[in-house]
């Protein structure tokens, strides 16, 4: 390991086997500073936005800005940097709207379009107590969050109840305790989140949990290590779509999701060799849905994606597309998929790269799916790279496998095709195709 990546590693261990970071720790005399609440409060209910003046604002109850009151908002600096330390429980802004229809414009009151477009920029929110957040939306049309910085917090951002039209850019959700972006049980119809670092928060980066939603796009952003930097075993992931803890519930569904142009990684490979020194059971993507409503059109395309125990965890989804993205450093394994149907893995690369790995991909339980024109190289699982289990209708052709210790596996399956496939490099007692 470089001395770069060794110091790396010695430094998180370090700053996470410590208390969670507060902004006391930042700014020693904290305590000491008058507290805002009141003013900034006041402020709100006279005018309907707030303008923070350039400087450091303590506060110790969220400001909330009820849109009904004085229509849309607009939440920003007046003359310069901005910051507003949250010492106390619940979001530092939570912005409230009334709206209970779709995106459709038939279903919007008219009070409704007053209370548009919400913004919320150019700001930073410090957490200096444990149940400290960043901004929540409730009920809101067409709001925007941009150029924002939420740290040392439980969540950065929090949708909740009813939102639709939401853009999320170019902000900062870094070494929260909780969760970045967190879509809580919220019926959502269109979410943009655009070109923003979404690092180190230890219960997941995006997480969506339950709720109603739909059109979700993810585009051109930084989301790393979103999970324990430590040994703690996690369900975590960088990117999380969830709706198992509602089995039998249709009402809670996500489909129409775009996961593309993103660099998504960390943190596993790092702590050494073993495969669970730090994040055990994290993955990078992970689609839990339930068998009475699957997660539902998906695609994950273009993006760089490495270093956790798994990069892509799937169950219970249907029509599912990895196509263009460029795997490396699984720890153990590139892509684990049950009870699924429909899933397309196109033109993807998988290399462990500079670590030996098993690298598998395996399917159990699915159905109606295609592996194609993909390159293999270095897996190092000797019970088969790709395995395919208790599955139906799979087509694997047209991939390369390379400098590796085995090859397809197939194990109590149906109509399962592989063909035209390039393979070099397998040690020679190792047969690349084995069904049982």
């Excluded at 655009?194 to 709720?211: A, C, E, P, Q």
């Excluded at 293999?376 to 047209?398: C, T, Y």
Aim: hydrophobic share 35%.
């Amino acid at each position: 390991m470089r001395a770069s990546l060794l110091s790396f590693v010695l430094f998180t261990a370090l700053a996470t086997a410590q208390e969670s970071p507060t902004a006391a720790k930042q700014i020693p005399r904290l305590a000491e500073m008058p507290d805002s609440t009141a003013d900034l409060q006041s402020q709100i209910a006279e005018t309907g936005n707030l303008i923070l003046p350039a400087g450091v604002h303590r506060i110790t109850k969220p400001l909330e800005i009820k849109l009904g009151q004085k229509s849309s908002t607009h939440i920003r600096t007046a003359d310069g940097p901005a910051s507003i330390i949250m010492d106390g429980p619940g979001p530092a802004i939570r912005v409230v709207g009334s709206h209970e229809g779709t995106a459709g414009p038939t279903t919007f009151e008219p009070a409704t379009w007053n209370e548009r477009m919400p913004i919320v920029e150019g700001i930073e929110i410090v957490g200096n107590h444990p149940q400290a957040s960043g901004v929540e939306l409730f009920q809101t049309v067409g709001a925007i969050v941009n150029k924002v910085s939420v740290r040392w917090c439980r969540h950065g951002i929090i949708l909740a109840e009813r939102n639709r039209n939401v853009i999320i850019s170019d902000v900062h959700l870094y070494e929260n305790s909780g969760i970045g972006l967190y879509l809580d049980d919220v019926n959502l119809h269109q979410i943009n989140v655009s070109n923003s670092h979404i690092s180190y928060n230890r219960l997941g980066g995006i997480v969506v949990r339950d709720g109603n939603v739909r059109n979700l796009h993810i585009t051109g952003c930084d989301i790393e290590g979103n999970m324990p930097a430590d040994d703690t075993h996690t369900n975590a992931a960088n990117i999380m779509i969830d709706v198992s803890g509602s089995p039998r519930d249709r009402s809670k569904s996500v489909a129409e999701v775009a996961i593309t142009g993103c660099t998504i990684q960390h943190s596993s490979n790092y702590s050494g060799k073993t495969y669970d020194a730090i994040a055990p059971g994290g993955a990078n993507i992970r689609i839990l849905g339930k068998e009475i409503w699957p997660v539902d059109s998906v695609t994950i395309s273009g993006n760089v994606i490495s270093d956790t125990e798994v990069h892509v965890d799937i169950s219970w989804a249907t029509d599912v597309t990895l196509s263009g993205n460029t795997f490396f450093a699984p720890n153990p394994d590139f892509i684990h998929a049950r009870d699924s149907k429909r899933l397309i893995l196109n033109g993807n690369t998988f290399n462990p790269r500079q670590f030996e790995r098993p690298g598998r991909l395996t399917f159990d339980r699915c159905a109606d799916s295609i592996v194609s024109n993909c390159t293999f190289r270095a897996l190092q699982a000797k019970e088969g790279a790709i395995v395919v289990r208790d599955s139906a209708r799979i087509n694997l052709h047209g991939n390369i496998l390379t400098e590796s210790q085995s090859g397809l596996r197939v194990i109590n399956s149906e109509q399962v095709e592989a063909k035209d496939w390039i393979i070099s490099g397998l040690p020679d007692e190792v047969k690349w195709k084995m069904r049982e």
